[in-house]
Each structure stands twice: as C-alpha cells, then as structure tokens.
C-alpha cells in the first residue's frame, strides 16, 4: 500500500520522450521455497517501463508488469502519465513499437514517432493519423535506407533510454519483495531514487542579481 510520490522537473520546451522496456528478475515463490527448504529453483520474471525526458534524463513515465505483457501496449500507458498541458513534441522507440496503437496514440499527443519500421513492414491503410505518419517514416527509410534514417530522424537517441534502465540494475538485478504490489512499490522508490539522483548532478545556472 505504499504510495510512492515521483518527483520530477518539468521540461522548459516540448518534450522529448525515449521510451524503453526490459525484464527484471524477482525471487518468487518457488526460488525461496528452494533456498529454505531445497528443490529446484524456478525463475520469476516482471517487466518494467520507463520513458524519459530526453534533455533532463528523468523518468516521466514507468510502469510494472508481469512478464506476459507486451512492450506496445504500454506505450499508451506511460503517455497518459504526461500530463495533458505538457506539449510533447517526439516519442523515440524501438522496432517492437511499430503498431497501429503506438502510432495513433503519439498522434494523438500531437507527437511525431521515431519508430523504425519492422523489417519486411507493409504500407498500413492511411485512416488514422498515426498510420499516415507512419507510412510516411516507411517511405523515407526506404528512399534513404534504414541507417541513413536513423541517424536522420535523431533515432540514436534512444540509448540514453537504455542508460537509464542499466542505472535501474544498477540498484540491483533483482526486485527482493514477494507480492506483486509490493514489487511495484519498490520498483517505483527506485525510480524516485534515480530522479533524485539525476536532479543532483545536474548543474545550475544562478543569475546574480
């Protein structure tokens, strides 16, 4: 039941959102059952979702779930984190973000999508905005060629995302609470712990008066 308050600065300018997602190891049921009483050990695994503000490198936007759960469908989820008045301007994502839902949910946002295509990926029915844009990503990165574009539309931007979820490790390979609630709280502190983190080391600017 603990309620976690994430703080974080609010971006000057639009916001430029990389978003990520990985698994992370938790000691189930069956792990402890093994340690304390012995047996075989049976891996439990959860997922965590993050986006961050590209120019500060806080978390905006996480979730927790269990490892059946797909990386797209969590897209729509960590934007409805964003506050409505905060105008975002590009959301950057990997390949496995290349659907109908993630593109008409960031056109929604009035957000341009820095999603490379899937190999092999088809022209979509262009009846919403998301896929109109989308199509026209799949023209360029097929006129230019993929490297080209993604150097182009600034898609290298997304290890910083990567980043950020190694600091997320870093606090540990393993989230040691049992119940599943209990797990997203202590996802959550940790977040809280990198933003504070991420807001100490970011130097200011005093204007003397």
Known sequence: TLKVNISYRRSDGPLHLLVDSTGIKVEGEGEWNARKHGGAKRRVWRKIHIGIDEKS??????EFTTSD????PMLPELLGQIPPDQ????????GAFDTRKCHDAIAARGAAAIIPPRKNAKPWKPDTA??????EILRTSKRVGRTIWRRWSG???RSRAE????????LGQRLSARD??????????RVAVLNGFTALGTPMTEVAG
């Open 130 to 135: 998301g896929a109109i844009a989308r199509n």
């Open 87 to 94: 105008d975002i301007a590009t959301v950057t994502a990997d």
């Open 180 to 189: 599943f609630d209990r797990q997203v709280a202590e996802f959550q502190v």
């Open 57 to 62: 490198l806080e978390i905006r936007a996480a």
């Open 163 to 170: 980043t950020k979820m190694h600091c997320v490790k870093l």
């Open 69 to 72: 759960v797909g990386d797209a």
């Open 155 to 157: 898609y290298h931007r």
